[in-house]
């Protein structure tokens, strides 16, 4: 099947992030008695949730730096969990705060996205790092969509001048992603759900970003011979009695007609605890007026 197809091992890729990480946390510590911390925020029991954040926490700490966990009932009001956000803001030994989504319903996650310290904000979902990433400027960027970028960029090198098309338009993937390509010079289509002839759209794209959601949507006779595809998306489907994992790419056909495919799972997954670890870094690094790892973040090409 996969004859001229290269597979992107995500997990490898990770876990040389993760390393690349841990030799900066180590020489902060050493350099500068600095651990950066990281501060997770989880209300209510939703399982998927609760394993996101256990992992989040595990990495957090082979890492070298400083977790903290704040788990909250489901019961908790809008006031409660802002008063927690400030608490954090002021706290200096915690460089990263991240709100794990979604909030119970009776929660207003704008609100409370929007009260984190920008500059604390790694999940890069802050208005404010919205706004600098679609002016381009130095900002903290959202960890799927970094993580995506960085297996571009190692895969492609310069990126300036291909076709990307990035199908879904989410504010945690789709419009940072494309804003992310539009800063390596790429021409950037952005496709969704209402988009007229998908696959002729998604036939231009030498670069390929999934992000919509849906099942093995994307088939292999939408893709150009010799793309890059990124498959962002993670769907269960049930398969018999059991359940499997795959993503918005139906990998079999589109791994014959791709130059190089990311798997689900070991894809893009790993790639975003390990982009969070980053910006963890990137922000310590920042609030002590040090320079930041050109290693680690989206500006490499400026530095
Ligand atoms: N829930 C699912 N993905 C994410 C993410 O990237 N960040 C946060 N905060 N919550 C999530």
Known sequence: MQDCTSVIDGKAFAADLRRRVATHVARLKADHDITPGLAVVLVGADPASEVYVRNKGIQTREAGMTGFEHRLPDTTSQDDLMALIAQLNADAAVHGILVQLPLP???DAGAVINAIDPSKDVDGFHVLNVGLLATGQKSMVPCTPLGCLLMLRDRLGDLSGLNAVVVGRSNIVGKPMAQLLLGESCTVTIA????????????????LVAAVGRPRMIQGDWIKPGATVIDVGINRISDGDRTRLVGDVDFDTAARVAGAITPVPGG???MTIACLLANTVTACCRANGLPEPADLTASQRDA
């Open 105 to 107: 319903a009776h929660l």
């Open 192 to 207: 969704h759900s209402r988009t007229r002839d998908l696959p002729a759209v998604c036939r231009s794209a030498d670069i």
């Open 268 to 270: 893009v997954g790993p």
